[in-house]
């Protein structure tokens, strides 16, 4: 019966027409609770969220029938997840806690998995790896390679949140080898996806694109529909290197497609970041308030945070000005006691909006990101850095926090491996060389090699002054093939 559970991930069509079988013909409770929880597998993963739910009620009650403890916990586990996909956090979490504490053994470690996963989709991160630790160790990886490799995916996911990113790589690549060896085809593109993830908290947009663009393939290949949860992350890697169309239609294209209510408010969410960046600012924010009350009813203050986000920049691009700095100032210090990604740009926009005073502390708090690794989120905190020096009348330093940040932007730039992508990048660094500009005028030789500075910006090329020996031998190597093949 257990299999019957792996078809339902791993093989959908199969495990329906297995579990509708078992329904006509079983005598007893306990095979009827693996078939319901089998269709509801089936159904929630196809996006049909209220028959999945009726089909695990029944499963608790098949389950509860037959008095096996540990069979109605494992049931219990998928309801309690189920349930918080669908919006409905607080029973959902009340049936995962049940489910851990009637269980034992290896059932109470897969159900602390389902529950880790819940929190991390509420953004409790920290809680989430606690959970996932215990359930690791739970586990038998020899015993149970299946799970073993699922938890270690999950944890992945959850560790690459916190930033802690060579671990979860690692975790991934173990994970990928015991789904490949079971044959767990579905379960790989879950892996596929969260590579991707590892890529784009390195900065490396052309390789996160690569590795979401083959889990998109093998998705509809495999289940014959695009994937929710791949392409929120796959729409942020296109925004992140200006493919704003892109975005926009992979997002939409998604949205057509029946889902979890929770999977919904966050692809929402993205389309609304996604029209943002494509000047959509009054669509944008009917977006984001219709996700705000959403995210608010589901418990999920991480999601409500960047929905509060976008609608504060939504309502600055439409100079909707009233009750706006205040708006902006509370979510920017949200964000930055969270030291989210975020956190640098939401500061920024609130200095920008803020009085004197607090416009300096705000673009302090912002610099205090000079050191991310993504070199976008760097660029953002050296520009609020140069917009402090300059409101404060300091020039000293002022081009060499510019310069900072144009190296951050040229680094993202050099990780891409399309000129037209680069170009595109380069858009994030025309506030400092404005700037940079106006100071450099003073002074014949500071203003030449701004110049050059600029026009290198500009054309997307690499400045004359640069150093080339940072340039790695192969990728110059690349870039002259692509030359010859032009």
Known sequence: MQDLLELAFDAPDVARHKALAILEQAEDSRSRSFAHQALGIVHREAGDVDAALACLWAGVREASASADVERTSDVRATLGGTLVLAGQTGPGLDQLEQAVRQASGTVEATARMRMAFALNFLGR???????????????????DPIWY???????????????????????????????????????????LANRGDIAEARGDYPAALGWYAAAGAAAMETVGRPRPELAEVWAAAYLAVGLVPEAVALLEEVLAHPMAAGRQVDL????????LTAGE????????????????????????????????????????????AAAADEVARALHERRAEEAAL???????????????????????????????????????????????????GLL???????????????????SELRALATTHGRELTEIALRHAAHDPRTL??????????ALAQPPATSDAATIPASLAALRDNGRRLA
């Not at 930033?163 to 173990?174: C, H, I, K, P």
């Not at 976008?376 to 520009?383: C, F, I, K, M, P």
Request: with cysteine; net charge positive; proline share 1%.
């Open 149 to 191: 490799a699922r938890t270690l995916n999950n944890l992945a996911w959850v560790e690459l949140r916190l930033g802690l990113v060579d671990v979860a790589e690692s975790r991934l690549e173990t994970a990928e080898k015991v789904f490949r060896s079971e044959g767990a085809v579905l379960e790989v593109l879950d892996v």
């Open 281 to 324: 600012a009054a669509a944008a924010l009917q977006q984001a308030r219709t996700v705000q009350q959403a995210l608010g009813q589901q418990g999920r203050d991480w999601g409500r945070l960047r929905a509060d986000l976008v609608a504060v920049r939504a309502r600055e691009a439409l100079r909707d000005h009233q009750g706006l």
């Open 400 to 418: 060499r926090a510019a310069s900072a940040g144009l190296d951050a932007i040229d680094e993202h730039r050099r990780l891409m491996g399309s």
């Open 346 to 396: 939401a500061l920024l926009l609130a200095g920008r909006l803020g009085e004197q005073e607090k416009r300096l502390a705000r673009w302090g708090d912002a610099a205090s990101y000079r050191a991310h690794p993504n070199g976008l989120v760097r660029a953002s905190a050296w520009t609020a850095c140069v917009l402090a020096r300059e409101q404060d009348g300091r020039r000293s």
């Open 125 to 143: 991160s920290a809680d989430a790896r606690s959970a996932m630790l215990t359930a690791l160790a739970a586990i038998d990886a020899v015993t």
């Open 268 to 275: 929402r969410l993205a389309l609304a970041t996604a029209l």
């Open 448 to 457: 030449l090699r701004w110049s050059e500075r600029t026009r290198a910006t």
